[in-house]
């Protein structure tokens, strides 16, 4: 069973506010994701990291940022929320590095956020 | 360019009958991987199975099987005598080396699965 964590599981907040979704796995390993989900659809990957200090950006532009000054830790913030960010985001982590397209991502329980 | 495809949106059955979710995929790579996730209400990915590119061997674990074929680009996935905790969403998943610079799973859009009683 994998050890990641997600918090809050849900966030209802208003639009222009700063939020952070918090995402943290003790299982040591050096990469970590984050998708974004809307309601009935696929997953798609707004950021990913490859060790401390590493971000990039994924197949699908976010207004988000992330980073990584841990290599537990890997928080995703909106700098002001809006009403179009109203979706499931989903933090996952993986073992290996760069180019290493084989390992299995284990992902967390999920953050539902509702931007009014 | 990678893609998945299930083309499933929603599969009824009534509990104890086999069904089987489709998965076709698309890369231009030699090496890649396949997934299944299973994702139910409560919102969170859980992993079922990976399989490499170079292994057809079909794979069977308790009620779940799966079906690799390369000849079609299908990964697909059985569920034998189904049962009600079965139900959720669940997704068909590839990564592959060209998958457009990012490391990151290409997902398809999942099969809604419901399991009456």
């Known amino acids: 069973e994998a050890d990641i964590y ?16 918090e995402c943290s796995q003790t299982m ?7 998708y ?8 798609h990957l707004i950021h990913y990291s490859y060790g401390v200090n590493s971000t990039e950006k994924g197949d699908l532009s976010s207004e988000s940022t992330v980073s990584r000054i841990r290599t537990e830790h890997f928080p995703l ?18 073992f290996g590095t ?13 953050t539902r956020l509702l931007v009014l | 360019a990678q893609k998945v495809t299930q083309a499933q949106t929603e599969i009824s059955v009534v509990e104890k009958e086999d069904v089987t979710l489709d998965c076709v995929y698309e890369t231009r790579d030699t090496t890649y991987y396949l997934f299944w996730y299973k994702q139910p209400p409560s919102g969170e ?3 079922l199975i990976r399989r ?9 674990s308790g009620r779940y099987s799966w079906n690799f074929q390369k000849s079609t680009s299908s990964f697909n996935f059985t569920i034998t005598a189904s049962q009600v905790v079965d139900s959720a969403v669940y997704f068909c998943a590839l990564s592959a ?15 809604h699965l419901i399991i009456q009683p």
């Open chain 1, 6 to 21: 997600q918090t809050p599981r849900y966030l209802v907040i208003g639009t222009g506010k700063k939020i952070t979704l």
């Open chain 1, 28 to 34: 040591g390993h050096d990469k970590m994701y984050w």
């Open chain 1, 36 to 43: 974004q989900q809307d309601p009935g659809m696929e997953l």
């Open chain 1, 77 to 94: 913030t909106l700098e002001s929320a809006r009403p179009s960010h109203t979706s499931q985001y989903l933090c996952a982590s993986s």
């Open chain 1, 98 to 110: 760069s180019g290493m397209v084989w390992e299995t991502q284990y992902f967390g329980p999920g």
């Open chain 2, 45 to 47: 990915l859980v992993f």
């Open chain 2, 52 to 60: 490499n590119s170079f292994d057809e061997q079909n794979e069977i």
């Open chain 2, 97 to 111: 080396h060209s998958g457009g610079g990012a490391d990151g799973l290409t997902f398809g859009k999942g099969t």
